[in-house]
């Protein structure tokens, strides 16, 4: 009897019984499909990269930036304003459905459900067609999601008053001291929400170097002038009389 005979092995399928080194494919049968990450493909991604900074900067040099003045939470007659991209959602927040004791529905609710839809919509629609007319739900729905912002944002644009935001935001040189009693009666007589909270303008003109005296100011904010009507101060003739001061000595 020879050794081993008779005798049988057992293999376990899971493990390769000849040990291969691993030996990356060669995709020389793809001459111009494929390349070396590093540094052909890294290099191409890195001149592209350069070429979007520097138009970039090139863009931020020769236009200036659209700054507005600092902040001033005590401004209440200031009119912030999001971003372009948020405008459809600021508009949103302008309808009943969606304001007041509806607030939540507009900020969270609706923009939950629409993003929502988005995100279900490969795994709702996972047909192997890659057609939009063969995928309606895919198609629908990033469609409904398109034309509702296009339609929300171009409201807003179209509701805003641009020119009176403008205003509003305008840096100016001139100190306000918003500490003062004239500033302070203004602003208890809603003078601020027409003529901005530093009196530059907004819907009304700007109420720094006018020109008037005192009691031509006076006279206006008791009887109007133009779009302003009569009888928008409430104050007694002490407060208007220093109101109107203040406002004469803005240069």
Not at 87 to 98: D, E, P, R, V
Not at 110 to 120: K, S, T, W
Not at 177 to 184: E, L, R
Request: aromatic share 12%.
């Amino acid at each position: 009897m020879h050794r081993g005979k008779g005798m049988k092995f057992v293999g376990d399928s899971r493990v390769s019984a000849e040990r291969k080194p691993f030996i990356p494919k060669d995709y020389s049968e793809y001459p111009g499909k494929t390349e070396a990450f590093w540094p052909n493909f890294l290099l191409k991604e890195w001149l592209v990269g350069a070429v979007f900074l520097v138009g970039f900067l090139v863009l931020t040099a020769a236009h200036q930036p659209p700054l507005e003045r600092v902040a001033d939470p005590t401004d209440t007659a200031y009119i912030p304003l999001p971003d372009w991209y948020f405008l459809f959602l600021y508009q949103l927040l302008k309808y009943s459905f969606a304001a007041g004791p509806y607030t939540v529905v507009g900020a969270l609710v609706i923009p939950g459900l629409a993003f929502g839809a988005l995100m279900l919509a490969p795994f709702i629609d996972r047909g192997p067609e890659r057609r939009p007319s063969k995928r309606p739900l895919a198609t629908g729905f990033m469609l409904l999601a398109i034309a509702s912002v296009f339609y929300l944002t171009w409201e807003s644009v179209v509701q805003t008053d641009w020119e009176a935001k403008e205003k509003m935001g305008a840096i100016s040189d001139v100190e306000i001291d918003k500490a003062s009693d004239g500033y302070q009666i203004a602003e208890a007589n809603t003078c601020l929400s027409c003529h901005g909270g530093e009196l530059g303008g907004a819907s009304g003109p700007s109420l720094v170097g006018t020109g008037l005296t005192a009691e031509e100011i006076s006279d206006i904010a008791v009887n109007g002038q133009g779009d302003m009507p009569a009888g928008i101060f409430k104050g007694t003739d002490e407060e208007l009389q220093i109101m109107s001061e203040f406002i004469a000595e803005l240069e």
